[in-house]
């Protein structure tokens, strides 16, 4: 049971370019979410998902995009990678809205040079 | 604008002793409360949650408070064992207006000292 799992664990790229963090789950969850945490900062939600094909902005959406084409998977783009978005990306998802814990991926450590 | 708050980056408590670790919260429309545990390299994992119309939950050594009139709620783990030495953060939704979404604190660093 692999839950959420987040490719790559660790990437460099220069200002300006771009890349795409993957985020797949297994349990058939509904919602899905990307988080990013700052050094001593909590989590903070950069977009959501309620199911395949619905999209919606977080707290800080500003220079990423996301889509949601299967129930399984919700990718993250950098288009033009700033240093101002490195951080350690989570994604979490679950199964409804309520009480429903949120499962978190083990992070992807980005840092923009 | 820090919605929810944990006041205390670092907590420090010695085996077998109660930990205590709270957080505030500003918005009245928080209706559910969790509390997760991050390890070094993991992603946050859940450990308990509470919903506004409880005061209280249990789950074997962690119980969570939650005081609505001051806005307050705190994690209490009895016995702490040297395995809880983790960082944890408070969360907190509004689920009649904004659903699922989470809003974290900044999360205070248990360590537990044999």
């Known amino acids: 049971n692999a839950g959420v799992t987040q490719t790559p664990k660790f990437r460099i790229l220069k200002i300006g370019q771009s890349m795409t963090l993957q985020c797949t789950q297994d349990m058939n969850h509904n919602y899905m979410y990307w988080y990013r945490q700052d050094p001593g900062m909590g989590l903070k939600l950069i977009y959501y998902?309620?199911?395949?094909?619905?999209?919606d902005k977080g707290e800080v959406p500003n220079g990423y995009n996301v889509s949601r084409s299967t129930t399984e998977d919700f990718p993250l783009r950098l288009e033009l990678a700033a240093p101002s978005q490195t951080s350690v990306y989570f994604c979490a998802s679950s199964y409804l809205a309520g009480n429903q814990p949120q499962h978190f991926g083990d992070g992807t450590r980005l840092s923009i040079l | 604008d820090q919605q929810v708050k944990q006041n205390s980056p670092s907590l420090s408590v010695q085996e077998g002793r109660i930990s205590i670790l709270n957080c505030d919260y500003t918005?009245?429309?928080?209706?559910?409360f969790l509390w997760y545990k991050k390890y070094p390299a993991e992603g946050p994992t859940f450990l308990i949650s509470?919903?506004?119309?409880?005061d209280k939950n249990e789950d074997g050594r962690f119980t969570v408070f939650l005081n609505k009139s001051a806005k307050h709620l705190s994690l209490h783990i009895v016995p702490s064992q040297p395995g809880d030495s983790a960082v944890y953060f408070c969360?907190?939704?509004?689920?009649?207006?904004?659903?699922?979404?989470?809003?974290f604190g900044t999360g205070t660093r248990l360590a537990v000292r044999p």
């Open positions: 969360a907190a939704s509004a689920r009649q207006s904004s659903g699922d979404k989470l809003t």
């Open positions: 918005n009245s429309m928080f209706d559910y």
């Open positions: 998902s309620v199911g395949a094909g619905i999209t």
């Open positions: 509470i919903s506004s119309i409880k």
